[in-house]
């Protein structure tokens, strides 16, 4: 009954989140009685607030769905008798450092960019694409080595699902690389820090994000 | 901090000046909707000649037998998927919300005008790869709009081949085309509104297409999640939904999967797209009618929040869909509860747009017509949902004939009666031309009588339990044989609505060349899309400075004013003078 529970729990929170939001943009004022400029109004536009920024924190909306759409996929497909545990290989906390490593230096890469320590920003993207391909190898070398251990994707649903759902996140990383591969290329050619600045910090967020969905992921693959 | 709009901050528009820059490759927002619209509207008229096609065979089985059970199968799924997703999603997101959310924020285009021409693109994409299902081997899926697993993936099944897998393929990518535009709708409202444009000045249009967006950002991952899982057991033999099975006498090596899984996640999308296609009709037709009937829209708040409220909601009905499925039947209380509780917005809504026309000076112009026809198709189609959302009496009913007459009336007629009124009631800002009102008139009325006469005998036939989804019907106890003449009118009648659309194109395609030049605001409408100073409205939309907005969108016959209405960007009199009750 835990699904159930945690479902009921993330709906009471998504309705809280969003009524909340709408509070605040003073859903509950009457327009017809409201003429002229209202420069003050909360719902007039932030605008120190980059587009950008609003937009890839509705696109990680849309990958956390899918994600937990697949988690719940995930739960439902268990309850079924042929449901076989996979062995989980131990390079997979390896990799987990090694993600870890890559969200730490974006983020000291972020750090710098807002000291205008341009230096620091290029030796942190430059880490930060160390540690991700990094961990890209060593995923494809666990599926290696499940595939030694015949552990095929067909052979058991949990298989499946982990073939799945490690395959999906490893592509959301490769489009997050191409994304700090043109960052680190204006890093080299070097634009003015101001230019930077923007994409560095959402690469962080990106980044965060994708290890939060990697630790859920593991803990939950860990945990069945 | 001094008013600097998003558009006029250093975002520079790309103009370009060849014919193929400007009307292919385009970023201009309008003429991305109208690339959107006009392939959605073709892609909708080979739906259209599908339903046609199963229409003869069901009404004259004997006499018209061009389509073989296979095809006939064919022609319900491609017939089901291409009406919903590639026309009217695509139709009132990428068409309407393209074109109406810049010019009705204020704004001079999208915020990522490269990824919002991206996003058309690759939605040509989609559809072009779902079109080239007819030509492959096997021919397109017969599975049925919904694809459910064990039979969409097995032998036997039409296109069980190539067709489920350009299918899935095709709505994988449909789905990146959708997100792409979301993006684009989504940020432009939160962060391009023009200076005074508060969320609660917005036209009940924009409010309809952006919370439908934020719908189909949130439900479309679940199609895509069964897309991926199902191509995954087609090509690779996993068993995510498909269970140990005999398929032709043989042993398959699929075991233990589930195909109610599925069926959640298809449904876990599927209610909400309902909505997807619905909220943006919800507020387009409450444009619509007010404007028409010169009256600010009835209680403006209360439609806000029921089609907030009607958003949530629809993500915890999806299992109505579900009662004959096999699923927990103790669930079916549960969502039948909910399935209820959505019925209260929604009548908010329509006793609203009711209440709107109370009183009103009604202008029966053809939008205003097609408007209050939807209101009719509406309710009907939604006090039958009243009966389907009840597990008891689902059970008999779910599949027969009045399932369908249920969905077409609430999710197939009503939208497009407001396309056609949203098309006609912009249709001088979009080309420049007033449309022919003869011919206008004639269309709405040939199509709603027409769409009732098809769709109304089909709720009888429902009751005496003709199922539906059948070839043909054959000789049987329960059916009497006035079931097949009430058949044969309903194909008449269909035919008949179908060669009514030739009224319309014919009216749009010629009215361009021959209407007569529109003036900028033809209806004396007050949203900011009527105020552009050009019209068509040019790339940018705006000249210099961009509107100011100082009232909301529903100033009509305000006491003591001359004219009988105020449009937003009108600033305040000096001394007030109006009364505000």
């Known amino acids: 009954m835990g699904g159930e529970a945690a479902i009921i729990v993330f709906i009471f929170v998504a309705v809280g989140f969003a009524w909340t939001w709408l509070w605040r943009q003073r859903v509950t004022e009457k327009p017809w009685l409201q003429e002229g400029l209202v420069d003050d109004h909360p719902s007039e536009i932030d605008h120190t607030q980059p587009p950008a920024r609003t937009a890839l924190y509705v696109f990680l909306a849309v990958v956390a769905s899918v994600f937990s759409l697949f988690f719940s996929a995930y739960f439902l497909r268990m309850e079924y008798f042929d449901w076989r545990p996979l062995q989980e290989p131990g390079l997979l906390w390896v990799n987990t450092v090694m993600l870890v490593l890559g969200s730490v230096s974006i983020q000291m890469a972020a750090n710098a960019a807002k000291k205008s320590n341009i230096d620091m920003v290029g030796l942190g993207l430059i880490g930060t694409g160390i540690f991700t391909v990094a961990f890209i190898g060593g995923q494809l070398w666990a599926w290696q080595m499940l595939v030694a251990e015949g552990a095929y994707l067909y052979s058991n649903p949990a298989n499946a699902f982990f073939y799945l759902i490690t395959g999906l996140h490893a592509l959301h990383i490769v489009g997050g690389l191409y994304v700090w591969a043109r960052t680190t290329r204006r890093v080299w050619a070097g634009h003015p820090i101001h230019e930077i600045h923007l994409s560095v910090d959402l690469c962080k967020v990106y980044w965060h994000f994708l290890l939060m969905v990697w630790v859920v992921m593991f803990g939950l693959m860990l945990s069945t | 901090m001094a008013y600097v709009a998003l558009a006029d901050r250093g975002q520079e528009l790309a103009h370009p000046h060849t014919w193929i820059g400007k009307y292919v490759w385009c970023q201009d927002h309008k003429v991305i909707a109208i690339q ?36 006939y199968y064919q022609a319900v799924t491609m017939h089901g998927m291409i009406m919903v997703i590639y026309l009217l999603t695509a139709l009132f997101l990428g068409g309407f919300g393209n074109y109406l959310i810049p010019l009705m924020c204020g704004t001079r285009d999208m915020v990522f005008p490269f990824m919002n021409m991206l996003s058309f693109w690759v939605y040509l994409l989609s559809v072009i790869i779902l079109m080239v299902s007819f030509f492959v081997p096997g021919g397109p899926t017969g599975a049925g709009w919904t694809l459910y697993p064990p039979q969409a993936i ?50 009940l249009s924009v409010w309809g297409i952006f919370v439908a967006t934020v719908l189909g950002l949130l439900a479309f991952p679940a199609l895509l999640v069964s897309a991926i899982m199902m191509i995954f057991d087609y090509l690779f033999g996993t068993s995510f939904f498909m269970p140990a099975i005999i398929s032709l006498g043989e042993q398959l090596d699929y075991k233990g999967g589930s195909p109610v899984l599925f069926q959640h996640l298809f449904w876990f999308f599927g209610h909400p797209e309902v909505y997807i296609v619905a909220l943006p009709a919800f507020g387009i037709v409450s444009d619509v009618l007010s404007v028409h009937a010169r009256k600010n829209i009835f209680g403006y708040r209360m439609m806000v929040w029921a089609i907030v409220a009607i958003g949530g909601l629809s993500f915890i009905v999806w299992a109505h869909h579900m009662y004959v499925s096999g699923m927990n039947p103790y669930f079916g209380f549960f969502f039948a509860t909910t399935t209820l509780i959505i019925a209260v917005p929604t009548a908010i809504k329509v006793y609203n747009w009711v209440l709107t026309l109370w009183q009103g000076n009604i202008h029966l112009r053809t939008p205003m017509l097609f408007a209050i026809g939807f209101i009719f198709t509406f309710i009907h189609g939604g006090l039958t949902g009243l009966f389907l959302g009840n597990v008891v009496i689902d059970l008999p009913l779910s599949d027969t004939y009045f399932v369908i007459a249920h969905f077409h009336m609430v999710m197939g007629v009503s939208p497009i009666l407001v396309v056609f009124a949203a098309i006609y009631h912009w249709y001088p ?30 709720h009888y036939i429902g009751f005496l339990g003709v199922p539906r989804r059948y070839y043909a019907n054959g000789v049987t106890d329960f059916m009497p044989e006035s079931v097949q003449d009430l058949n044969a009118a309903i ?25 007569k030049k529109a003036p900028h605001n033809p209806w004396n409408a007050n949203s900011l899309e009527w105020r552009t100073e050009q019209t068509p409205p040019v790339h940018g939309n705006w000249g210099d400075e961009l509107p100011v907005v100082h009232r909301w969108a529903y100033d009509y016959s305000v006491p003591g004013r001359e004219t009988d209405f105020v449009p937003q960007d009108e600033p305040v009199r000096e001394g007030g003078g109006e009364h505000r009750t």
């Open chain 2, 36 to 71: 959107y619209g006009g392939t959605a509207i073709l892609v909708g008229v080979v739906a259209l000649v599908l339903s046609a096609l199963m229409r003869l065979q069901l009404g004259f089985p004997d006499t018209f037998s061009i389509i073989t059970p296979g095809e």
């Open chain 2, 154 to 203: 097995l032998p036997g099944t039409p296109g069980a081949t190539w067709g489920i897998l350009l299918m899935l393929i095709s709505l994988a990518v449909f789905i990146v085309a959708f997100t792409m535009g979301g993006l684009n709708y989504i940020t432009t409202v939160l962060q391009a509104r023009c200076r005074g444009m508060t969320l609660m000045r917005m036209p």
């Open chain 2, 429 to 458: 800002k979009i080309t420049g031309r007033m449309y022919n009102e003869t011919l206008g008139k004639w269309h709405f009325w040939m199509t709603f009588f027409g769409t009732y006469a098809i769709y109304l005998p089909m």
């Open chain 2, 491 to 515: 194909t008449i009648a269909a035919l008949f609505v179908a060669a009514t659309q030739i009224i319309f194109f014919w009216n749009m395609l010629t009215s361009i060349w021959n209407g």
